[in-house]
């Protein structure tokens, strides 16, 4: 079983800037990969970014592209997303989860373990 689990959500103004951070316990491995989903009342969850294993690929949602940075440290089982100039559109519930494809994908299905969110509210 696998565990994740997401902090540093919070309110921040427009312009601002937040890091998530997922860290994952239980039957962990640093070759998964793993990426960052969001949910704002009334959508659909959305992707926002993904990691391979050894960090050297990661994809990015439109949205994200140019603000948004996802990184990972194997050693701490963690996995980050560095948001900046964020906007009030991006306020959701936003979710980490580890990925069962062997490649890096914004497929929502090939995401089997998710943790349980934290809200990023962005004021104007």
């Known amino acids: 079983q696998v565990t994740l689990v997401e902090s540093g959500g919070g309110l921040v103004q427009a312009g601002g800037s937040l890091r998530l951070s997922c860290a994952a316990s239980?039957?962990?491995?640093?070759?998964?990969?793993m990426g960052w989903f969001r949910q704002a009342p009334g959508k659909e969850r959305e992707f926002v970014a993904a990691i391979s294993w050894s960090g050297s690929t990661t994809l990015y949602a439109d949205s994200a592209k140019g603000r948004f940075t996802i990184s990972r440290d194997n050693a701490k089982n963690t996995v980050y997303l560095q948001m900046n100039s964020l906007k009030p559109e991006d306020t959701a519930v936003y979710y980490c989860?580890?990925?069962?494809?062997?490649?890096?994908?914004?497929?929502?299905?090939?995401?089997?373990?998710w943790g349980q969110g934290t809200q990023v509210t962005v004021s104007s």
């Open positions: 239980g039957h962990t491995s640093s070759t998964y990969i």
């Open positions: 989860a580890r990925s069962q494809s062997l490649v890096v994908t914004a497929r929502r299905y090939n995401y089997n373990y």
